[in-house]
């Protein structure tokens, strides 16, 4: 119960007809979209970010939890109200605020829906990727929440791969800016990606940044259509192992077929056992011939026939159908439970075998749809709600099938969430450790535990105890505490946390450390004997090393079953290590294509402040259980743990990697990359460099399959020719040395090497300010437009000049990390530049609950910390 | 009436949401209180004992516009629209009703010349403060929800009803051997009396005889209040007045009228012998809009081209599942450029019996509808039903549009006269 004051104040904060606390307007606020139901005392639908903010603050006065809720259509009781708390609608926050083509990013508000948001960046010839089958009725804000996916995940990645930047209501009643729209998020702690999938947790989104990405020139669906599940399940190994990325691969099975069609047909055959809806979108130049190698693999694993869209109508036809799927199942019975664990993707012909099983065991229908690319399966268990036993049963079977899919490899939520309903089955993937680890940093943000509390994690008892630390109780996490190396790093670790002493994680050392100077006292602790391969399924292209294990040895490696790592880490030497890639998440230019770490990291194992070790993540694409620690510790920079091992999504070998440059003034090169970052193409890098006189060679390259290439590269010459630049050529590359390596040689031949983000548009404008600010200085340039990151080094760098190029920076938006520079100047200079930023606080915050006693990397944090 | 007869449909909503998607009220308050899914729970709660019949069942219950895009976009098919319905008769047997609903079920709809004059007398009695009547009026959504405030409103309204200058009774045409039927609705009646004339002279000229029915009100405003009792009396009022004469067919100009008579044999669930009468006539009945497609009409003569828009009314789009009609015929007419507004088949707004309390939220949705009309640049706002064309000419006023609301009956009869005075507009 609230009191009538805290009623009152809230009235006056939002309005009164903004609040409800009518029996119906409680009753109204007690569902989500999942099966959990609990009655909240009062429902608020706050119109701006300061009502937000009071609200906040009057509900921490009056000792009230409270829930951020979008449209309700989580499937994990996200939004349900545990503790009869406060439930804050954000469905009056639905503004576009801005989109802008050019730098590849959208401002919304959180109550807009994906689909509105998609349908209004569309007409700036763009697209969000992340596209949940509920994008209708889902807000951006409860897709942050959840960390949301859909069927064009599979090629692009899910929600946190798209979020840029956020404001944010803290709990205590702060707003507070997380991220921008620069690609590269503000250095340190990844805290934009701790936020997505956070469950409304960790603080309420107020505005959102999104990456949006410049539309495909064209897509061709298709429709496979089996007489038996393991045949497609087999189909989609298949084609992901032949290189080929579709954008989707969603199967339905005979069920869920029925269900559709006796609902809105859509042209499913009634008799077949299962259909995939296989998408491939690109260039017009070859994809027609991706999509006939895609339907030879299919025809060769048992399909019956593979029928192609032919037009617009029959492609939203077939989508219509998948899409409303969930919905339709309402034809065969009242309710359904919908279960989102992950395998990985070899493993889901056994996954579908062990779910029908748990059906049958307790009498219900089952219908499946689901993600199949990604492994992450969607059993529709059919019942009626008002049949207590069928509740009863419905919730066992939905226990058993996490635990199958778990003990396959995977994980208990691949996109739903983990709320209320899975919450006893974090213990299936987590240890006991690993979940305390969590609730200390959900407390770094929220204290008194007022944010969406009693979610996610397990409860403990007593309440508010940490967790017993037992393993988790069915994943099988190899590698660990028993892995080469990391027992005797253990015992460094413990040893120097007993006696009040510190340690730097440390890897081959051949790198400049990143970050402020630390603690002299502080000692190093090597990862080098971390070699080990703990486990590499190059099927399901997934890859678990030690952190020890040089980058070289990893693409080797993979190298043999033509795989690869994307990234190609500036300044990283031949024998730099995995876990420093891990630790400092530093990517090349490539990352507009590829992605950076934090993309391409799934899971990882470190050891804490305690000299224990705890895993975070797994082995599967999708995964949503918990707090994103493994994003927490990706970027770490040794200051949270010591990471032990990663494991990291690897890709097949694109067949052949070509650039083509131009040369031209500066304004010319930076219009030719505007151009080239909304034209719809797929450039892997854009980027500049100076050459004689005042003028610059702007280089893109395209890496894939040949032909796609090589037209691609046709288009690109003309468009850097329109562009006014001259000298255009093309040059083939090497993949793993990539195009730049030398380069960046030389730049770290200067003293200092400063890194300044900004978006794309402002890189000239920033350029010339630095050019003034560092005068005379003789620097050298490398700018990267295709992620807004300028690298300038310089062999002085006064205290005077520093300020300058930090407010020039700041003054376009940007932020700074200086990456290279002699001890001197890092005694009596932060090298995250000298304006202090909002969000260090809440980086402090978490070092503070994570790392209490200062184990890690004393010093090394922004502010020095 | 118990709700808990209707509780099979209404457990079948599993709450996935997807109502949300197009309902114009949810798209306006972002409540659940307007939206499928929270109705449909409350009248679970009800059910299942969570909450009482009480007052706060109002606001659920009553601001749903009936429009019926929640089913559209429901998976499970779910008559959302239907379901309120009897919420709604629930609703007033356990809570109340108010006697201005009295008053004007049953007094005042079955008669409709008691109903022109009543709307006469309420709009120039206005100025003294709102009149019971008034307030009941108000109801009727042919008169705009906006009735008891809109001057402009009151200086248009006829002196003399439609059926105060065509009285009712057979008028000859010059087709070959069609007998129809011409059912005029409130709407037309009181107010669009232009749409009126225009749908006569095409009927004349299809039809071998045209006959102006002495129809009363088809019955929705009462059934779509939760008053079935009322609705049902209106309803076999009219079923006599259609079986009193021989028609081919029974044509309407207001698509409202003629989805709700197309269900009359729904009505009489309960009723055997209305029933079989109701199934005998309704299939006579057609909107203007099939009507038209069905036998072609006279090509009209455009001078100048204009662009023309369409507004798909509720009872139309969903009522009636006409979509393509209306569009292929405004396409065929030369001189028409036709541009599809987005969110065409929204509703306006002017739906429901709650007129006077939901003013705000209605003028929301209004609103909505009005930045897609804008959009296409339209001269012409086309549409088939009188009550629509009263919402959407007040929004066009209100937002300063220059753009003619009228009846596809005008446009295609009258599209030689309408050149005169319209600026062509630039194309968008
Ligand atoms: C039929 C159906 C199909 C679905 N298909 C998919 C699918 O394909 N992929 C998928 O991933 N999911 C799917 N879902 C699940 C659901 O739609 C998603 O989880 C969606 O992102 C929830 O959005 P929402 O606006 O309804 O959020 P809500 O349910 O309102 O909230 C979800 C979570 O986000 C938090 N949250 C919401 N807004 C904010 C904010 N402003 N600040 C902080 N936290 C916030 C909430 O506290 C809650 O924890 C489906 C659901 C249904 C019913």
């Known amino acids: 119960m609230v009191s009538e004051n805290f009623i009152r104040e809230l009235e006056s904060i939002v309005g009164a007809s903004h609040v409800a606390i009518s029996s119906t307007g409680i009753e109204l606020y007690s569902y989500d979209a999942s099966l959990i139901k609990s009655n909240p005392a009062v429902v608020v639908f706050p119109g701006d970010t300061q009502e937000v903010a009071q609200v906040v603050k009057a509900a921490n ?144 989104i107020t505005e959102l940044t999104l990456r949006i990405l410049p539309k495909t020139e064209t897509v061709i669906t298709m429709l496979a259509i089996y007489d038996d599940i393991p045949s497609a399940a087999n189909s989609v190994s298949r084609i992901i192992a032949a290189g080929i990325v579709p954008n989707t691969l969603e199967m339905m099975d005979a069920t869920v077929i029925e269900a559709v069609e006796s609902n809105k047909p859509c042209g499913y055959p009634r008799d077949a056992a299962a259909v995939l809806i296989i998408e491939v979108e690109g260039m017009k130049t070859g994809l027609k011939e991706q999509a006939d190698q895609i339907q030879e693999i299919c025809m060769a694993t048992g399909c019956r026939e593979v029928r192609v869209a032919g037009s617009e109508a029959e492609r939203a036809s077939l989508w219509a159908g998948r899409k409303g799927a969930f919905g339709a199942m ?26 029908a099983a748990i059906a049958d065991k307790y009498h219900f229908r089952c219908g499946n749809v689901f993600h199949a690319g990604d492994g992450n399966l969607h059993p529709l268990l059919l019942f009626d709600s008002r049949n207590e036993d069928d509740l009863k049963r419905v919730h066992k ?160 490696l993979v190298a043999e079953h033509n795989q690869w790592l994307p990234i190609r880490p500036p300044f990283f030497k031949d024998g730099s290590t995995m876990g420093a890639l891990a630790a400092t998440a530093v990517s090349g230019p490539e990352r507009m294509y590829y992605g950076a770490p934090r993309d391409f990291l799934m899971g990882l194992q470190y050891i804490d402040s305690e000299g224990k070790v705890i895993s975070t993540g797994g082995k599967v694409v999708k995964n949503v259980a918990g707090y994103d620690m493994t994003r927490l510790l990706c970027g770490s920079n040794g200051t949270l743990g010591m990471i ?50 005042d003028n610059w060679r702007l280089t893109t390259g395209f890496e894939g399959l040949t032909d796609v290439v090589r037209h691609q590269t046709d288009l690109t010459s003309a468009l850097l020719a329109k562009n006014g630049l001259t000298d255009i050529a093309d040059k083939d590359y090497d993949l793993l040395t990539g195009p730049f390596k030398e380069y960046f040689q030389g730049l770290d031949q200067k003293a200092y090497v400063i890194k300044a983000g900004a978006i794309t548009t402002k890189i000239p404008e920033l350029f010339n300010g630095l050019k003034m600010a560092l005068n005379g200085s003789q620097p050298e340039w490398f700018l990267d437009f ?62 503070k609950a994570l790392d209490p006693k200062g184990v890690f990397a004393p010093g090394r944090m922004q502010g020095k910390i | 009436m118990d709700i808990r007869e209707q509780y099979d449909a209404i457990a079948q909503c599993n709450k996935c949401g997807f109502c949300q998607t197009a309902c114009p009220i949810f798209r306006s308050t972002g409540n659940e209180a307007g939206v499928a899914r929270g109705r449909l729970a409350l009248m679970r709660a009800i059910i299942e004992n969570r909450v009482n019949w009480s007052k706060e069942m109002e606001e659920p219950l009553f601001n749903c516009l009936g429009c019926g895009a929640c089913t559209t976009h429901c998976n499970g098919g779910i008559q959302t629209a239907d379901l309120i319905m009897k919420g709604r008769a629930v609703y007033l047997e356990q809570v109340g009703r108010k006697p201005i609903h009295k008053l004007l079920f049953d007094h005042l709809l079955p008669y409709p010349e008691r109903l022109h004059k009543a709307a006469r007398f309420a709009a120039f009695g206005k100025n003294s403060g709102m009149s019971k009547v008034a307030k009941a009026l108000g109801l009727l959504k042919v008169l705009g929800r906006d009735f008891s405030k809109a001057e402009d409103l009151v200086e248009k309204l006829p002196t003399k009803p439609f059926r105060g200058t065509i009285k009712p009774g057979e008028y000859p045409g010059t087709g070959e ?20 004339k225009e749908t006569m002279k095409i009927l004349q000229k299809i039809g071998k005889s045209v006959t102006v029915l002495n129809n009363c009100c088809c019955g929705l405003p009462p059934w779509t209040y939760g008053d079935a009792e009322a609705a049902a009396k209106l309803a076999s009022k009219n079923l006599d007045i259609f079986s009193s004469g021989s028609f081919d067919v029974i044509v309407t100009d207001c698509s409202s009228c003629a989805s709700f008579i197309k269900k009359y044999p729904k009505i009489f669930e309960k009723d055997v012998t209305k029933q079989a009468k109701a199934k005998a006539l309704s299939p006579l009945f057609k909107d203007m809009v099939e009507f038209l497609s069905e036998h072609g009409y006279p090509a009209p003569i455009r001078e100048e081209p204009v662009i023309v828009t369409y507004h798909d009314p509720c009872h139309a789009v969903r009522g009636q599942g006409i979509a393509k009609e209306p569009r292929e015929i405004l396409k065929s007419i030369p001189g028409i450029e036709f541009r599809e507004m987005p969110e065409a088949n929204w509703c306006c707004g002017g739906a429901g019996s ?49 753009i003619t609301v009228c009846h596809i009956s005008e446009l295609v009869a009258g599209a030689k006269a309408m050149n005169a005075g319209i600026k062509m507009k630039k194309s968008a």
């Open chain 1, 330 to 355: 309402a034809q065969l019975a009242p309710n359904y439970l919908v279960n989102d664990a992950c395998v990985p993707r070899t493993n889901l012909p056994e996954a579908l075998e062990e779910v």
């Open chain 1, 61 to 204: 006065r009056e000792g009230v939890a409270y829930v951020a809720r979008g449209f309700g259509t989580n499937l994990s009781g996200g939004t349900i109200s545990v503790t009869e708390g406060l439930v804050i609608c954000m469905s009056r926050f639905n503004k576009i605020l801005g989109i802008y083509p050019e730098d590849r990013y959208a401002v919304v508000q959180p109550g807009k829906t994906n689909l509105e948001v998609q349908e209004a960046v569309g007409k700036h010839n763009c697209f969000y990727a992340p596209d949940p089958a509920s994008q209708k009725v889902s807000t951006l804000g409860g897709n942050v929440g959840e960390n949301s996916g859909g069927p064009l995940c599979l090629k692009y990645g899910v929600t946190s791969n798209h979020i840029l930047g956020m404001e944010m209501v803290t709990s205590d009643g702060e707003v507070v800016r997380v991220g921008g729209p620069v690609l590269d998020s503000i250095p340190g702690y990844d805290l934009r990606g701790l936020m997505v999938g956070s469950e409304g947790g960790l603080g309420i």
């Open chain 2, 177 to 196: 051997s069609l007998r129809i039927g011409y059912f005029v609705g409130c709407g037309v009646d009181i107010i669009q009396q232009d749409a009126g």
């Open chain 2, 354 to 402: 709650y007129a006077m309390t939901h003013y705000d939220l209605s003028m929301q949705v209004l609103d909505r509808k009005m930045k897609n009309v804008a959009s296409t640049g339209a001269n012409f706002l086309v549409t088939s039903c009188p009550a629509c064309m009263i919402q959407l000419s007040h929004g066009v006023r209100k937002h300063g549009l220059d």
């Open chain 1, 786 to 847: 295709g992620c807004g990151r300028i690298y300038v080094a310089v062999d002085t760098l006064d205290q005077q000049t520093y300020d300058a190029v930090c407010k020039k920076i700041a003054s376009v938006g940007g932020h700074i990390r200086v990456d290279k520079a002699p001890e001197a100047f890092k005694r009596s200079n932060d090298v995250y530049g000298t304006l202090p930023r909002p969000e260090w606080k809440l980086m402090h915050a978490i070092k």
């Open chain 1, 397 to 556: 079977a939905g226990w058993d099938i996490m635990e199958a899919c778990v003990r396959l490899g995977g994980t208990i939520t691949g996109e739903h969430g983990v709320g209320r309903e899975k919450q006893e089955g974090m213990h299936l993937v987590f240890s006991g450790d690993d979940l305390n680890t969590q609730t200390r940093l959900k407390s770094a943000f929220d204290p008194n535990n007022k944010l969406n509390p009693d979610k996610v994690i397990p409860l403990s008892e007593p309440k508010g105890q940490p967790l017993p630390p037992t393993p988790p109780r069915t994943l099988k996490r190899p590698g660990g505490a028993s892995a080469s190396g990391v027992a005797e790093a253990m015992a460094e670790i413990k040893a120097a946390s007993a006696s009040g002493g510190s340690v730097i994680p440390v890897g081959a050392e051949l790198l400049e450390t990143y970050g402020n100077i630390c603690d002299a006292s502080a000692k190093p602790v090597k990862s080098l004997a971390m070699t080990d391969v703990i486990d590499y399924d190059h099927e399901n292209q997934v890859i678990t090393v030690g952190s020890g294990m040089s980058i070289d040895d990893l693409q080797a």
């Open chain 1, 644 to 693: 032990t091992e990663g494991t990291w999504r690897i890709a097949t070998k694109p067949e052949l990697c070509t650039m083509t440059s131009g040369t031209g003034d500066l304004a010319s090169c930076s219009k030719a990359a505007v151009a080239l970052m909304t034209a719809n193409l797929f450039p892997v890098y854009i980027a500049a460099v100076p050459v004689e006189g």
